[in-house]
């Protein structure tokens, strides 16, 4: 079975080609590729999956940790992609457009999940449910990046999809604005206001966890 | 001008992540010069993006470039299956719309003739039209319906006065 041979520092060199230093602008190599993907050239089409494949599948594990399904998520990108290519404008940077169709993917999948889970006889809603206050500290048997996973899937969709790729993909915000179809001040103001949810949301936390240890305390 | 410190907050919360143009950082340290309160905001705010950039480097959301297999050759034959196969085309089906407007039409014949069947039980001589009913030599004002012996006797049937000009209209009590 074919691997990913690609080194992290070929993955560093395209990153920074999409960087938003070279001002928006499409790479030569990457209209190159695109302009025979258009044309039905599967092996350029190839490259250009594994140029960005990498980089899909670690935003779609942002919001879908599971790898399996994070992995079909990332083939049903990029084959939707290739379905769309004739809508896409060549002017523009490929990476952006299929971020965005990649994350519109995404948000559907998690809503397909969402309606499902409605009509089940069984959730696992009681997962995400507060710490019972009865349990010395909810967060004892988490590690940190664990609990402040938690915390931010407290935020609201549409906030929380700006904090991860802005603070933790580090996308530019004209890419951030690109994707998600809103304007660079549109995401601006999301960013702001995210990260003063996600503080708020972790200080909620450890106040209930100090309510906890002190109940503990006391009985 | 100077800023208030809710709209400094704002600032704040761009700043802990770089996010920051020239003239609002310098907005926001002419600001933080004076203001404790924004100087210890700031602090927490920092604190709780050093938090969220754990995840950053998060070793669970790191792909492993060795071990983890390409979707490409999957891709490519799925690809290959689709040029392959031809297209399904998308066509507006015409006959299902017209079965259900002949559908929609039967019911509504269908209620309307059960509807006269039932007034044609309750009233078997069915109504009489009000200028038969009605005495022509009064006014306008004092026609009021008459009620004919052996059609109209029903004293649950309810009557209202009619001006010339009305056709009376005849209800079963089921409505």
Known sequence: ?219 | MAMNCSEVKHLIHLDVGDDLRAEEDLQLSSHMEQCSDCRSYHAGMSSAMALLLTLRDDPAMVVDSVNTKSVWPSLSREIQRRKASPRVTRKFNLQVVALSVCSFSLAVVTMVQSLSSMRDYRDPAGFVPAQTVFNQSQTPQTKMLQFRPGVNDDPSAVRTALLPHETPVWLPQSF
Request: with cysteine; aromatic share 8%.
């Open chain 1, 1 to 219: 079975m074919w691997t990913m041979s690609e080194s992290d520092a070929e993955d560093q060199a395209i990153e920074s080609e999409d960087s938003p230093e070279n001002g928006g602008v499409p790479s030569e190599s990457e209209v190159r590729l695109v302009h025979a993907a258009r044309n039905g050239d599967n092996d350029a089409f190839g490259e250009l999956v594994q140029r960005y494949e990498r980089r899909v599948l670690k935003v779609i594990r942002r919001f879908i940790p599971d790898l399996e399904m994070a992995t079909d998520l990332v083939q049903e990108s990029f084959l939707r992609a290739f379905e769309r290519m004739d809508q896409f404008d060549p002017s523009r940077r490929f990476g952006p457009w299929l971020f965005r169709l990649a994350v519109n993917l995404t948000y559907d999948h998690l809503r397909k999940v969402r309606r499902r889970g409605r009509w089940a006889l069984f959730t696992d809603a009681g997962e995400d449910r507060a710490p019972d206050p009865a349990v010395s500290d909810p967060r004892r048997d988490l590690d940190l990046s664990q609990e402040v996973q938690v915390v931010l899937a407290e935020i609201p969709e549409a906030y929380r999809t700006v904090l991860i790729l802005r603070d933790l993909e580090g996308f530019c915000t004209s890419d951030v604005a690109a994707v998600t179809d809103r304007s660079e001040a549109t995401i601006r103001w999301r960013l702001a206001e995210a990260r003063k949810m996600f503080r708020e949301a972790w200080e909620r936390r450890e106040r209930r966890a100090d309510k906890a240890r002190l109940v503990q305390r006391d009985t």
